[in-house]
Antibody, heavy 115, light 107 residues
Framework: QVQLQESGPGLVKPSETLSLTCTVSAVSISSYYWSWIRQPPGKGLEYIGYIYYSGSINYNPSLKSRVTISVDTSKNQFSLKLTSVTAADTAVYFC?????????WGQGALVTVSS | DIQMTQSPSSLSASVGDRVTITCQASQDISNNLNWYQQKPGKAPKLLINDASNLETGVPSRFSGSGSGTDFSFTISSLQPEDIATYYCQQYANLPITFGQGTRLEIK
């Protein structure tokens, strides 16, 4: 079945760039939309954005000035970059396939912003 | 942005109880609403799409209904394994938004 796995540093310094990669298995990344969602500790879910392999992208306006989502079809991966991070960006970051709903999800990656 | 308001924020019920969670959208979203279950330390799991369609493999005690601005999610007979936080999510308008979650506990 389709599986997603997030990877990347678990600790990022304030003002630096958060970078995560999601590796997709059992399906071609060219076949669907792919998304990032985050969840601060003890809080709810926040949509970050989605991408289609052809370049169609949507970002949450609340993060748009700092977010870049990209796709690497050769590796069947997509990535998230979030610049100028602060403590408020500390969260579990999930990748998920998007097709009007999010399913399946990766297990999540905790990223802590701290010096 | 479309605001999704879930009620209640938390709920305590007994095994076997019928449990209902509501989700209200700040504007008409037709049936463009999904429900997720999230257990502690885990990723959310899609239970219901398009307001009322049960995902394959999800127990039939879960159900969803509604259209427009008012939606409900029901567990007909609460089981111990249903302890989780439940979220609604709309996709009618971008940005996609989630409800704040309803934490369900066993009494």
């Amino acid at each position: 079945q389709v599986q997603l796995q997030e990877s990347g540093p678990g600790l990022v310094k304030p003002s630096e760039t958060l970078s995560l990669t999601c590796t997709v298995s059992a399906v071609s990344i060219s076949s669907y939309y792919w998304s990032w969602i985050r969840q601060p500790p003890g809080k709810g879910l926040e949509y970050i954005g989605y991408i289609y392999y052809s370049g169609s992208i949507n970002y949450n306006p609340s993060l748009k000035s700092r977010v870049t989502i990209s796709v690497d079809t050769s590796k069947n991966q997509f990535s998230l970059k979030l610049t100028s991070v602060t403590a408020a960006d500390t969260a579990v970051y999930f990748c998920a396939r998007y097709s009007r709903w999010f399913d399946p999800w990766g297990q999540g990656a905790l990223v802590t912003v701290s010096s | 942005d479309i605001q999704m308001t879930q009620s209640p924020s938390s709920l305590s019920a007994s095994v076997g109880d019928r449990v209902t969670i509501t989700c209200q959208a700040s504007q008409d979203i037709s049936n463009n609403l999904n429900w997720y279950q999230q257990k502690p330390g885990k990723a959310p799991k899609l239970l219901i799409n398009d307001a009322s369609n049960l995902e394959t493999g999800v127990p039939s005690r879960f159900s969803g209904s509604g259209s427009g601005t008012d939606f409900s999610f029901t567990i007909s007979s609460l089981q111990p394994e249903d302890i989780a936080t439940y979220y609604c999510q709309q996709y009618a308008n971008l940005p996609i938004t989630f409800g704040q979650g309803t934490r369900l506990e066993i009494k």
